[in-house]
């Protein structure tokens, strides 16, 4: 089998490329294709092809399919913040480039899956008490309305009997380490990751903001899961995420490391915009995911175990 990953050297495609391989000889891989603009990160592998450069890149394309791919999972995105701030890039990664990877795979005529990597921006604002299964998108930012076209695409390209495929809106993905990727929400990891070493942090949003986060591993788990349930009636997923307080967040974090004074090295200086559309989140239930295998963490201590092993592997 061979398996293509978009984004495969960002934070979760790293995770999922490792796990991928970890498990390769009960799997049926025979080749995994990594591409990303950069994967400096990642080791080599027998199995492991690497290719420098975008995903909207024609000839990039072309080469990752140059054998065809089985399954590929769809990460790579201009994410939120620099698509907000770079309207022309974002479109022509996020919509054209997502475009041009789903008319390749329709051509190699081998009924390919796409595990499309979709978000929570599509949401935006709720405007709802509950988000669940049901909840229809309403994004207020670019990068929300780009994953809802890409949702789409898919599942129109499904719908025709070109591939199989769904689209997985992930929550917030902690702790991601200290590198710029454009997305706001970056700050959870942040947060994650300075307090447990013993450093200052100024959080953008307040003691109370709310959101729905879940760890890399999770994440991952939650990725290969849809790879398997992804048929030829299109399906987006909204995954069954935890929904925490940055509060408890903290708290749990001060449970862990009692000797640091958390609650000494934290500042709430919060900024109405990233509250707004990163720290207002109704509660979540999804439970047809639920029934389908899909999962959270478990627990607000289990959350941030499961993240702190990324900052301790």
Partial sequence: ????????????????????????????????????????ALGDHPLLHKLVGSFADDAILDAALSVPADQVFHLASVPSGAAESNHTLGMSVNIDGTIALLDRMKDQGNYSTMVFASSIAVFGKPAVNEVNDDTLPTPNLSYGSQKVIGEVLVADYVRRGWIRGCSVRLPGIIA???EPNGAVSIFFSDLVRNLSQGKPFTCPVSISAMSWLMSV???????????????DKPHTWTLPAMHIAIGELVNELDELFPDLEL???????????????????????????EAAGFHHDGSALDL???????LNP
Wanted: proline share 7%; net charge negative.
């Fill in 263 to 289: 609650r000494d090295l934290i500042t709430y200086e919060p900024d109405p915009w990233v509250e707004e559309n990163f720290g207002s989140y109704p509660p979540i239930k999804c439970l047809k995911a």
């Fill in 1 to 40: 089998m061979h398996i293509l990953i978009t984004g495969a050297g960002g934070f979760i495609g790293r995770h999922l490329v490792n796990t991928i391989l970890e498990n390769s000889e009960d799997s049926g891989l025979t080749r995994l294709t990594a591409m990303d603009l950069n994967l400096d």
């Fill in 304 to 310: 941030v175990a499961n993240a702190m092993k990324t």
């Fill in 217 to 231: 591993s999770c994440c991952v788990e939650n990725l290969l899961h849809a790879a398997t349930l992804a048929q």
């Fill in 176 to 178: 991601r380490p200290p």
